[in-house]
């Protein structure tokens, strides 16, 4: 059995390899029946996921996975259920993608320092319009054999120490909720197993978001392991946070993390969409 309910995926609208059309036809034949585009710092792919999704006769959660920089490390919080139209949510999104252009173009200047030209030009090109993820530069380096596989490539460029490494900052915990918040929606903080915190760090993390007005733990992720999922489901039910479930598929290229196959969430937890159902009118005394 696998969970119906889909709420973390990528398009071209960021770093994902299909459009958000592709994506939505991918789900459906996958038999989710609801699924959030949650775009890195974007909400581009949405109109047409929606048109599609009208389609597919399946149920569209309109979505974006914002960068925030949080005690100097980068995490990633979702906005489940926004209205892309809200000015506020907009004008954070647009200065995290002016952030986002610049530090592309300085990935680009000190790979070019590092020996490899043209990455820029290159990430750019692998970025279909959208915006420009690392997850292009990586490509982009892969397909040049600078490394075997995406994975490879950032250990060896992308990341802290390494020559295409730009740090920067990204959004505050604080103004990211409340971008979400003012938008309609609810705040879920993204694969929190992988930012390797400490307990009490990523405690001190889950009571920040919640003060904030965060209401979502993503318990079931494609980048969690089992043990990762029952410890998340734990913390879940410890902060009274709701549970939430996300592939975060990039595309069919990326092997290791599949469509339509999320684990059930464990007992014990609160599923997010429970409180998206209509409630009954209260029966006849
Ligand atoms: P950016 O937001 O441009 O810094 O890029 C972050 C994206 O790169 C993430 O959303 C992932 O899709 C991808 N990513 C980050 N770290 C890795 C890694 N170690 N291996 C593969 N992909 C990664
Ligand atoms: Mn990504
Ligand atoms: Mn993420
Ligand atoms: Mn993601």
């Keep these: 059995m696998y969970e119906v ?8 609208a960021s770093d994902g390899t299909l459009t958000p059309s592709e994506l939505i036809q991918r789900a459906a034949q996958a038999g989710v029946k609801a699924i959030a585009l949650t775009d890195h710092d974007t909400t581009g792919g949405l109109s047409e996921a929606s048109r599609e999704a009208i389609r597919q006769d399946m149920v569209l959660i309109a979505g974006v996975e914002i960068s925030v920089t949080w005690e100097s490390r980068v995490i990633h919080v979702l906005g489940l259920g926004i209205d892309p139209d809200r000015e506020t949510l907009q004008q954070g999104l647009r200065e995290l993608r002016r952030f986002r252009d610049w530090r592309a173009e300085e ?7 590092a020996g490899i030209a043209g990455a820029y030009e290159g990430a750019r090109a692998y970025s279909s319009g959208g915006l420009v993820s690392r ?55 993204a694969h929190p197993a992988r930012y390797r915190l400490t307990r009490t760090r990523l405690r001190k993390l889950l ?17 969690h392991s ?14 009274g946070l709701l549970a939430s479930v996300g592939s975060d598929y990039h595309g069919p290229d990326l092997s290791w993390i599949k469509l339509g196959r999320m684990p059930l ?11 998206w159902r209509l409630e009954l009118p209260p029966a006849d005394a």
């Design 5 to 12: 309910y889909d709420l973390h995926t990528h398009s071209t």
């Design 107 to 113: 990935i680009g200047r000190r790979l070019e320092k």
């Design 135 to 189: 997850t292009h530069f990586a490509r982009f380096l892969v397909d040049q054999g600078q490394a075997r596989d995406v994975r490879k490539v950032f250990k060896r460029f992308l990341v802290a120490g390494k020559p295409g490494h730009v740090p920067g900052q990204w959004a505050s915990l604080e103004d990211t909720v409340s971008w979400i918040l003012d938008a309609g929606g609810q705040a879920v903080l």
């Design 207 to 223: 009571d920040q978001f919640r003060i904030a007005g965060g209401e979502g733990l993503e318990v079931i992720s494609g980048s």
């Design 226 to 239: 089992r043990d990762d999922v029952f410890k998340m489901a734990a913390l879940a039910r410890d902060f």
């Design 265 to 275: 969430l464990p007992i014990g937890t609160t599923p997010i969409w429970d409180g």
